[in-house]
């Protein structure tokens, strides 16, 4: 059984909740995402590509007639049920693009955006789609990667779409925290979207040891915060935005606190020409970049695709171009 998928189903109609539940169950270990289209199949992005859904649970390569296509209502009830039948107290979420589960999975929610005078999305209507990525916590992916390195001085994990970038995250987050491969420190979370703790209700859903989560907060707001009263060594920011992000970091570095980051990136050259992250780089923010692939097996073995890289020897390669 897998625990992760049987969770994230539970919150669809009971429709597509039969059908999903049909899939087997070694097959079930290996979706990573979930996506429900307005009269479209239902595609699962396993380890090893996409498959369509048949009406019995199937999981087939190419479209047939046994296929299941997912009707309008049949998405709206989905959509209703994730958002616990209140679409608005979800109003902050949906303007976001996005509703977190219990567990710390995120449902990404493609819609009608509706502006307000100001230019600012006040609502969204006419929901399409609904992407649906599964939280895997899974514990000891950090172990090598953090033993290669001697001392921790703010680590930036970069990597494509669905290479593991979180998953590697929150494991280092609670390694640095339960003093697992260094001294033990004070760690605090910035969880923006809920997911990387997985928060429901107050309660963390996710294994992150001992570290503190401002659930929901921004990067600036949860920065700012936790230098004034949480007295951190060490911020976890995950998916930093390199326009929005960089006055927040800053403003730690600036206060001693080292940070551990993820960003979305394909390569160390990709990474280098967003200028923001260029000036975090040069201001030392980070002591090592962790390039990840886009893997295509079990997030167990994420750490064979890491390729680890110093950010001085980066920086001089860079002044050489």
Do not use: W
Not at 140 to 163: H, M, Q, R, T
């Amino acid at each position: 059984m897998c625990k992760e998928y049987d969770e994230v189903i539970k919150n669809l109609d009971e429709q597509l909740s039969q059908i999903l539940n049909s899939v087997p169950n070694d097959e079930k270990e290996k979706v990573r995402e979930i996506r429900l289209r307005v009269n479209s199949p239902i595609v699962l992005s396993l380890n090893d590509g996409m498959y369509f859904v048949s009406s019995g649970g199937g999981l087939e390569k190419n479209f047939s007639a046994n296929i299941f296509t997912v009707p309008k209502d049949t998405l709206f009830r989905s959509f209703n049920k994730i958002c616990r039948y209140s679409i608005y107290s979800y109003q902050n979420d949906l303007r976001r693009g996005f509703v977190t589960l219990k567990g710390g999975h995120r449902v990404g929610i493609c819609a009608t955006a509706i502006y307000n005078n100001t230019d600012k999305i006040e609502n969204i209507k006419d929901v399409s789609s609904l992407i649906i990525r599964i939280s895997k916590n899974i514990c000891g992916v950090a172990d090598e990667i953090l033993k290669k390195l001697k001392n921790f001085a703010g680590i930036l994990v970069a990597g494509p779409p669905e290479s593991g970038k979180t998953t590697l995250l929150r494991d280092i987050a609670r390694s640095l925290s339960i003093g697992k491969t260094y001294k033990m420190k004070k760690v605090v979370i910035i969880d923006e979207r809920g997911e990387f703790s997985g928060t429901y209700c107050g309660i963390m859903q996710n294994d992150i040891g001992l570290c503190d989560v401002l659930n929901s907060y921004s990067k600036m707001d949860g920065i700012n915060l936790s230098i004034r009263n949480l007295s951190p060594e060490v911020i976890v920011c995950d998916e930093i935005d390199p326009k929005k992000d960089l006055e927040a970091i800053f403003l730690g570095l600036n206060s001693g606190v080292k940070f551990a980051c993820s960003i979305h990136s394909g390569s160390i050259e990709e990474l280098l020409n967003k200028k923001p992250i260029l000036a975090l780089l040069k201001n030392r923010a980070f002591d090592k970049v962790v390039l990840l692939k886009k893997h295509s097996e079990s997030p167990l073995t994420l750490n064979r695709s890491a390729e680890i890289y110093d950010v001085d020897k980066i920086l001089k390669n860079k002044d050489k171009e």
